[in-house]
């Protein structure tokens, strides 16, 4: 099921030194990671109300830009994201071992 979404609505992509290809996915709200065999696996999920923006890869780090608010289509949930801020961002890091830290947040 996540081959037919790998590319689908695809807001960036980075590639690592073994040959993995790393999506920023904001249809499923995750980055989606695709092996040079063609295997996709979900790497990073964002929940509501972020969705990833881009990705970039250094040495076995994944960075993850993210945006707030789902900036494609209308949401019932609109009115209180943006409150918050339409605009606002964050960037995390995915570490080799798969934990996630948020490094940054900017509000706007």
Known sequence: EEKEYALVRTMGLAVDAGGNVYVANYWKR???KVTPEGKVSTVLESGWPWVPAGVAVVGEELY??????NFYGPSSILSAVSRIGFRARRLRRVAADGSVTTLVSVPR
């Open 30 to 32: 995750a980055v989606l």
């Open 64 to 69: 993850v830009v993210e945006n707030l608010g």
